[in-house]
């Protein structure tokens, strides 16, 4: 009688122990996803930092329209006024020029906000390494690893872009194009909306970027890893060549990793994946 | 004596001013105002070569005309009659650092052909008044391109005094020349500007082309 008395205490206690060492570990992952999910809003909201995306994206769509009426003024020019030729040729080259000089520094930015997330995720890293990771009785949870820090876009996000009412030429060669929305004009995300020849050399990258809504602005915001889209890693390892990232970015997602073990018996690598929105564009135009 | 001689003539030279300013712009026809601001702040990220931006804010209106026999001829048989259009934007022209980097137009330029009107330009007075100037300057030189392509003269572009040598300056910039014309002499131009100052006391014609 007394052996079976025993017995079950042993199993009572056997299955607290188990109950508890289960219960630390789902802290631990708990723990590691806050910290996860803070980094990763942290990172969102450095992406469109001023909402230099939004004005960028902005000024690629300004640039785009001063070709488009410079071109239309020199054909017009050609065909019926010769005299005013030079004039239009000028202007013509200065706002090729300036098409240049926007998408250069489209360029710049992007590598900008690709180094900071890169630095970002390698404080990061640092820090974990100095970290003694997490001990309490039954389980053990070494320090949380960074393992890919991706940037890129939400999936079905459209640009905060409209094409210009004042042109219903450049309208009507969008919507031929299938660069814009045919109810709301809104220019489509991730797009090189070139120009016809003879300015089809010229590169017009749009980013996916929301717009603002009735005053309101998108704030950086959590959001399902399945809509997220890669457009390249940028931490914590380094060597890649940010100068090729196509576009933007307007959301990072970032994988973590730690290992969890509960004495010498059970081991396991616990993986935490975390998507975010960067804010969206503002309702100031620039 | 002399001193009650001065005052009144110079009481008349600025009536008389004021009466020709005014007259001129009665008799316009239509007329784009340009009014230049720094947007701030914008795209200021670390080594921007798009900052100090500034905005040309462009708008027209044209004012009731009077009616000439043949458009009374030609509202008989149906056309419709001219009508005032109150101060319309236009369009954003954005410009940095010496080059106009983007344009935002939202309306046609719906000012009746063959009428005449005048260009005022309106610079603020910020800490950024040369950047201004220079954005101006090149706002001006694609809205007279706009108006002699839609067949609108421009009689004068106004502005102020303060700004008026940077401006000329930026027209040089542009490649217009200034012009002293001689009685009888015959100058080869493609596009002539005359630009005058408001207070009124400054003029200059300027000449694109040889």
Redesign the interface.
């Known amino acids: 009688m007394l052996a079976v008395v025993v017995l079950v205490a042993i199993i009572i206690v056997a299955v607290l122990g188990i109950g508890i060492v289960v219960s630390m570990m789902m802290m631990s992952q708990k723990r590691t996803q806050s910290d996860i999910e803070t980094l990763s809003l942290q990172m969102a909201t450095g992406i469109n930092k001023d909402d230099w995306v939004g004005q960028m994206n902005s000024m690629t769509e300004y640039s785009r329209e001063l070709v488009f009426s410079s071109r239309s003024a020199l054909n017009e020019a050609i065909a019926h006024h010769q005299r005013m030729r030079p004039l239009a040729l000028q202007l013509m080259d200065e706002a090729r020029q300036s098409a240049e000089l926007i998408e250069s520094e489209r360029r710049e930015l992007t590598v900008l906000i690709m180094k900071d997330l890169q630095k970002q995720s390698n404080d990061v890293a640092d820090a974990a390494s100095s970290k003694p990771g997490m001990r309490l009785p039954g389980v053990s949870a070494d320090a949380t690893q960074l393992k890919n820090v991706d940037a890129g876009y939400i999936d079905g996000v459209l640009t905060n872009l409209t094409s210009a009412e004042g042109l219903p030429d450049l309208r009507e060669y969008d919507q031929q194009e299938k660069y814009i929305t045919q109810k709301s004009f809104v220019y489509l995300p991730n797009i090189n909306a070139k120009l016809p020849a003879p300015d089809d050399d010229l590169n017009f990258s749009f980013c996916s970027l929301p717009a603002a809504a009735k005053n309101t602005v998108a704030p950086a915001r959590l959001t399902s890893n399945s809509v997220f889209k890669k457009l390249m890693t940028a931490g914590p390892e380094a060597g890649n060549d940010f100068t090729k990232c196509k576009f933007l970015p307007s959301a990072v997602q970032i994988v973590s990793s730690t290992k969890v073990s509960s004495g010498n018996q059970l081991s396991a690598p616990m993986s935490v994946s975390i998507t975010a929105a960067s804010p969206g564009a503002t309702t100031r135009l620039p | 004596m002399f001193r009650f001689t001065a005052f009144v003539v110079l009481i008349l030279c600025f009536s008389f001013a004021l009466c020709t300013a005014r007259a001129m712009a009665a008799t316009a026809d239509w007329v784009i105002t340009i009014n230049t601001k720094v947007?701030e702040?914008?795209?200021?990220?670390?080594?921007?070569?798009?900052n100090p931006?500034i905005?040309s804010s462009i708008y027209f209106e044209q004012n009731v005309l009077e009616t000439s026999e043949i458009d009374k001829e030609l509202q008989k048989r149906g056309a419709e009659p001219d009508i005032a259009i109150p101060q319309t934007l236009?369009?954003?022209?954005?410009s940095s650092h010496l080059?106009?980097?983007?344009?935002?137009?939202?309306?046609?330029l719906d000012v009746k052909p063959g009428t005449t009107g005048i260009i005022k330009v309106a610079i603020s007075n910020s800490s950024y008044r040369q950047e201004e100037i220079n954005a101006a300057g090149g706002a001006v030189?694609?809205i007279y391109?706009?108006l002699?392509?839609n067949k609108m003269p421009l009689r004068s572009i106004v502005v102020q005094k303060d700004a008026f040598d940077a401006f000329i300056q930026e027209l040089q910039r542009?490649?217009f020349r200034t012009v002293t014309r001689m009685p009888g002499q015959l100058t080869q131009s493609?596009?002539s500007l005359s630009i005058r100052s408001e207070p009124a006391g400054r003029q200059q014609l300027m000449n694109?082309?040889m």
């Open positions: 947007v702040p914008c795209l200021n990220y670390p080594n921007s070569k798009l931006l905005r236009y369009e954003y022209l954005y080059r106009t980097v983007g344009m935002r137009r939202y309306k046609q030189v694609r391109l706009d002699y392509l542009h490649g493609v596009a694109y082309g």
